[in-house]
């Protein structure tokens, strides 16, 4: 079962403006992560940001966390043609454990 | 090993044989994971271990899917009487202990499984 919900599904952008990706959930969590996903193989932690934090930074990504109404963004400031890749929100409930993906955002970055 | 290593990276079957997939995941690390993914999907879980016991296995499918982890290390997925909708990428991640209560996952690339 999917947790949680991604949008938009697509997003083409040029290289320097700003990604921003949207993922909504449905039940109480301990933390919500971002992965990366290229070429449909492994994924790639990005960040994670807790339950009780509302925002969060690391490098070119920003992310925020709004518990009241279960969504996360990511920002991917001054975006790179590299950025290219699928991106998926993961949360990690109460229980501990298992984490739950969303179906993702593909970001295209054209040079 | 230095990453989270799967086995067979492509396995083509039949229809109705048996299969195995291979996780070594990183040493040291206690909690092992099984996702599989379809084109344009997100990973969708299966089942999560904490040492040797399936800690989570609320994802599997059906009872067709069995997946093991005797010594808390290597796990191996097993398929029986594969099906054609069976056909996916099969993803193992690991993640080492952490007291905070938050599991960071490095996956593997994945075992593609094509059940003609």
């Known amino acids: 079962s999917q947790q949680g919900e991604e949008d938009p599904q697509a997003l083409s952008i040029q290289e320097g403006e700003n990604a921003t990706m949207n993922c909504s959930y449905k039940?109480?969590?301990?933390?919500l992560q971002w992965y990366r996903q290229n070429s449909g193989r492994g994924l790639v932690h990005l960040i994670l940001i807790r339950s009780n934090e509302r925002e969060k930074h690391s490098g070119r990504l920003r992310v925020t966390l709004d518990t009241s109404k279960k969504s996360s963004s990511l920002l991917i400031t001054a975006s790179r043609a590299a950025d290219t890749a699928s991106y998926f929100c993961a949360t990690e409930g109460n229980q501990g454990g298992k984490l739950i993906f969303g179906q993702g955002t593909e970001l295209s970055v054209k040079p | 090993g230095a990453g989270v290593s799967q086995t067979p990276s492509n396995k083509v079957t039949e229809k109705g044989k048996y299969v195995e997939l291979r996780c070594d995941p990183i040493s040291g690390h206690t909690a092992l994971y099984w996702y599989r993914q379809s084109l344009g999907q997100g990973p969708e879980f299966l089942i999560y271990?904490?040492?040797?016991?399936?800690?989570?296995d609320s994802g599997l499918p059906n009872d067709r899917f069995f997946a093991v982890r005797p010594e808390g290390s290597v796990s191996t997925l097993k398929i029986q009487r594969t099906e054609r909708g069976d056909s996916a990428v099969y993803l193992c991640?690991?993640?080492?202990?952490?007291?905070?209560?938050?599991?960071?996952?490095?996956f593997g690339a994945g075992s593609r499984l094509t059940v003609l």
């Open positions: 991640a690991s993640s080492p202990p952490d007291s905070s209560g938050a599991n960071v996952l490095t």
């Open positions: 271990f904490q040492g040797t016991g399936a800690a989570d």
């Open positions: 039940t109480s969590i301990n933390n």
